[in-house]
């Protein structure tokens, strides 16, 4: 059975004596809080029933009738959200002691996570942004003195979005092959310094746009390890844009390395893929160029005859 935090940190001595009840409330309020994550503070209706799905599939729905409050449904219990607009008195937005302590994460304020106790697996959800310096994801936790198997989801669209952290491992013991959707992943991470994540696996993701999206102090980035044969969409992945109002950050991305395995058969899209990696230069020695910012120079540097922004493994 699956039980979660409050849509933000579940406190996991109470997951297993969660009743059928009190879970599928848990779980109600995880989509609303994950459409507030990927929202940035506020939701739309249209996003608000996109999370709904990917939460429950089926049986659910959304009374949007009220002028303030919005009221959620799914299998035959609702819960009262405030229209569009973060409310904590809904949300429980208190530490949880024994996933810092599993995961030594010091400063880990806010995450979510569901665990499933038949199967004995953590599955990372999304979340508030992330306000550690330092974050290492393990391959496992123990708690209560079970040992749960980490998991990413399928989707991992805003995961990471706008977190705060300088730096982030993901363990290369992590089963990955599951993961789709990476769009969004660690947009607006605009202090992350350091990301490593030679480990995961790519080979069944079909989306990568705005992936590493406004990373603007990332100086290298190791993808050696990416199988990127099934993404269709590289819309904006390494873009260093500026939101509205912004001064002029200057970008740091110097360095991208990839192997042969880091191929753009089936992409589609990718207007933007580059934009603004000024510093950016080819293993070869090509410069960035303003006018050359999509798929065409995402491949290894081949020099003046086959210019690209990768350097290889």
Not at 124 to 134: A, D, F, H, L
Not at 229 to 244: E, P
Not at 260 to 266: D, E, P, R
Request: some cysteine; aromatic content about 10%; glycine content about 6%.
């Amino acid at each position: 059975m699956l039980s979660g935090d409050n849509g933000v940190l579940q406190r996991a001595t109470d997951a297993k004596t969660k009743s059928d009840e009190a879970q599928i409330r848990e779980r109600i309020q995880l989509a609303y809080h994950s459409a507030l994550a990927g929202g940035r503070g506020s939701y739309t209706y249209d996003t608000l029933m996109k999370e709904l799905e990917n939460e429950f599939k089926t049986d659910y729905d959304v009374d949007d009738s009220g002028k303030d409050n919005w009221i959620l449904y799914a299998h035959g219990q609702n819960v009262t959200i405030p229209a569009g607009k973060i409310d904590e008195e809904v949300i429980d937005l208190s530490v949880n002691t024994t996933w810092q302590q599993a995961f030594e994460f010091p400063q880990y304020n806010y995450t979510s996570y569901l665990l499933d106790n038949e199967e004995k697996t953590l599955t990372i959800r999304r979340g508030p942004p992330i306000t550690s310096e330092n974050v290492e994801i393990k391959s496992y936790a123990v708690i209560d003195g079970v040992k749960y198997t980490t998991k990413f989801p399928d989707s991992c669209s805003n995961l990471f979005a706008t977190s705060q952290f300088k730096t982030m491992t993901i363990d290369s013991a992590i089963d990955t092959n599951n993961v789709t959707d990476m769009t969004n992943m660690f947009i607006s991470c605009r202090n992350l310094e350091s990301l490593n994540i030679s480990g995961f696996n790519t080979a069944n993701v079909i989306s990568m746009e705005w992936l590493f999206g406004q990373c603007y102090k990332l100086k290298e980035l190791d993808l050696s390890n990416f199988d990127t044969s099934n993404v269709v969409n590289m819309n904006s992945m390494f873009s260093n844009s500026l939101n509205s109002g912004d001064t002029d950050i200057v970008p740091n991305l110097k360095k991208i390395i990839v192997s042969n395995k880091f191929v753009t058969t089936k992409v589609t899209e990718s207007s933007n893929m580059f934009k603004r990696c000024t510093n950016l230069i080819g293993g070869n020695g090509t410069i960035y160029n303003e006018n050359n910012i999509d798929v065409s120079m995402a491949h290894i540097d081949g020099g003046t005859s086959n210019p690209g922004y990768f350097t290889s493994k």
